[in-house]
């Protein structure tokens, strides 16, 4: 009989793994391997025990899904509120990083706001398209 894992190692193992993986194992994945990694994420929830590679696939699943919802939330906002974000092509992860710490710094009494959100806000205040301009919002969720 499998014993779970204590929540913690899990989540150590996991971490562990992403500082291992090349980068190209993180990149947008195909439908086959979401549904996969999404296999592991439901036996989790259903509480079912995974080994460290299904822990890493239910995360990175998860994590997906959460960053999907999360985009489409942001994308019905700017449609409602007529905002607009037209980023370089060149930007990069780690460039978007630093404009979102650097907002979060900026902001600090929205801290307890949706982290999506206020990111989101960051760089959609940072990359506004020429047309429909609008001016920085002091709100992540106005």
């Known amino acids: 009989m499998r014993t779970k894992a204590p ?16 980068a190209s194992s993180l990149a947008e994945p195909t439908g086959e391997e979401l549904q996969a990694r999404c296999r592991a994420a439901e036996t989790l ?3 079912g025990s995974v ?6 696939n239910a995360s990175q699943c998860m994590s997906f899904v959460t960053g999907l919802t999360s985009g489409l939330h942001v994308a ?17 992860p780690a460039q978007a990083i630093t404009i979102i710490r650097d907002y979060f710094s900026e902001y600090p009494e929205l801290m307890h706001e949706d982290a999506g959100l206020l990111a989101a806000d960051a760089l959609i205040t940072e990359f506004p398209c020429a047309r429909g301009l609008a001016a920085p919002r002091r709100s992540a969720v106005e």
């Open 7 to 22: 929540p913690i190692l899990v989540i150590a193992v996991v971490q562990a793994a992403f500082l291992v993986l090349p």
């Open 76 to 92: 019905k906002l700017l449609v409602e509120t007529g905002r607009s974000y037209c980023p370089p092509q060149t930007l990069s």
């Open 51 to 56: 080994g460290a590679l299904d822990a890493l």
């Open 45 to 47: 929830e259903s509480g």
